[in-house]
């Protein structure tokens, strides 16, 4: 049980980049431990040849091709005879299915929202809690399954694992329908905010639909668009694809403007921004952690005026 | 179908959090956003498909007071019980919650039970994925509608990056909802007042068990790196910005 083992993401046939960052983690723990770095991928035809860690299981079937119930069920037997010390998935859509399944059911403590691990005889995680505000540091005893938000950890790039291709039948798992693949569904986007070098974004701070077009002026003004945070993608005042985070895009501009957005763990894995100008009234929220410059004002006291006095300039 | 929606409560960002090394207290708690979805979602699916909507609130001696005006909220909503389950123990483990939800939920032949994904208080996994083990019910999360069809539902479930996927998932099931299909729905203050005054809410105890694979060591704020702050009337603030604006080069 020195192990450290890796639940691969694969979407559309695809390795999401998470994997990468967390098997740049698990070459470094495997290192202290003194086992193997081990990556757990189910797919149909990828290309796992050169995953950055010292052996891959790759169980290929076209039935696991798209992510499904059987998936949860071959990586319970794949992890029960790896036996890791620790594994680490992300604390992605995915992730969180098959990850808390398994820890139920082999009895192993987990841990998520993470952003730290480490290992001695037992596993500790710091996880960011409570929208970012605390973090807590965890002891999980002897081993663990860890959620990791996404970049957290330095990614991988290239390694020449020893390949361990297997199939359902080779591990003893029948085909089941208790959750069925049925399509991918790519909402229409009228536009690719992550193309933008300005982003406008709003949070629940902009209060409600009517407060959104001067924040669209001000963005237009700066030359960007307007983006936001989950709950003003809920409540509809912004389509979904002006959602910035975990759910949304992830997005690199050279200005981010956030206007009242709190700044939660998920909306910041979304921001790779070089530089972040946040407004907003709580001197706590941690948006404030994240910026290069900040305001606590409200944030209608300041865009009027600001709107006027780029106008100002402009002309 | 017989619907179960899950709400609990979290402490509320926007007030304080007084942090006692292994141990939080919480100036005041609301509701947790995402089971406010999941119990949206429950009405949503009723008003589709008739049927019943009962609204479990799960809470601790703390929060115990707290949950009756989300609870009152549901009912007024559309749902048609709401049961408060006090926690026998005070528990931050969700595998302890998972378990104790198992053994309560057992006989009450729900045919999908509706939970919101991770609460901001979910470091030690998720409720969802874990109560599905020890019931034996397929789960998904991260749903954000739902369809029935001939003994399953037809889910949309968000992958990241805005990519959907459809899914059918037999019944019966758990479900993480992450997003009712429509905005909350606004409930008039005066109504909501009046269905708390006539509310029955139901109460029941959660025996909550011990599992000790995984303990706090201690909270503790983050570091606040350096940020420059802008200070002033919002006149001054605004020009501070502009500079700003001009020296990153977007002015």
Known sequence: MKDVAVIVEIIESTIQDISYELLGKAKELASQTGGKAVAIAMGNKVDVSSLPCDTVYYIEDDALENFCSLHVKVLSKIVQEVNPKVILAGNTSIGTDLAGHIAVELNIPVASLCNKVSVNENVRATSLAYGGKLLVDLELKERGVILANRGSFTAATEGSPEVKKLSLSDIGIEADNEIEFIDYIKPEEDVDISKFDVLVSVGRGIGGEENIDDAKELAELLGGEISSSRPVVDSEWLPKSRQVGRSGKTVTPNLYLALGISGASEHLEGVKAKNVIAINTDPDAPIFRVSRIGAVIDIFDVIPVLIDKIKEIKD | ?251
């Open chain 2, 1 to 251: 179908m017989k619907i179960c929606a899950i709400l609990r409560t979290v402490p509320d960002l926007v007030e304080e959090i007084e942090v006692i090394d292994d141990e939080i207290e919480p100036f005041a708690y609301i509701a947790n956003e995402r089971d406010e979805h999941a119990v949206e979602e429950a009405v949503i699916l009723k008003e589709r498909y008739g049927g019943s909507v009962d609204v479990i609130g799960i809470v601790d001696e703390d929060s115990e007071e707290e949950i009756e005006e989300p609870l009152a909220m549901a009912l007024a909503k559309g749902a048609d019980r709401a049961i408060k389950l006090t926690m026998s123990n005070k528990s931050y483990r969700r595998i302890e919650q998972a378990k104790a939800l198992a053994e309560y939920f057992k006989d009450k032949d729900y045919d999908l039970i509706l939970t919101g994904i991770q609460g901001i208080d979910a470091f030690t996994g998720m409720l969802g994925p874990m109560l599905s083990v020890y019931m034996e019910l397929p789960f998904t999360g991260y749903v954000t509608s739902v369809e029935a069809e001939d003994g399953t539902v037809k889910v949309q479930k968000e992958l990241g990056g805005g990519l959907l996927g459809e899914f059918r998932v037999k019944l019966p099931a758990i479900l993480g909802i992450v997003s009712a299909e429509k905005p909350l729905r606004f409930v008039p203050l005066a109504k909501l007042r009046q269905v708390m005054k006539k509310a029955e809410i139901e109460e029941d105890e959660l025996e909550i068990p011990e599992f000790e694979g995984v303990q706090v060591v201690k909270y503790y704020e983050p570091e606040k790196p350096e940020i420059v702050l802008l200070e002033g009337e919002p006149e001054e603030v605004a020009d501070k910005l502009i500079e700003a604006f001009k020296e990153i080069g977007v002015l």
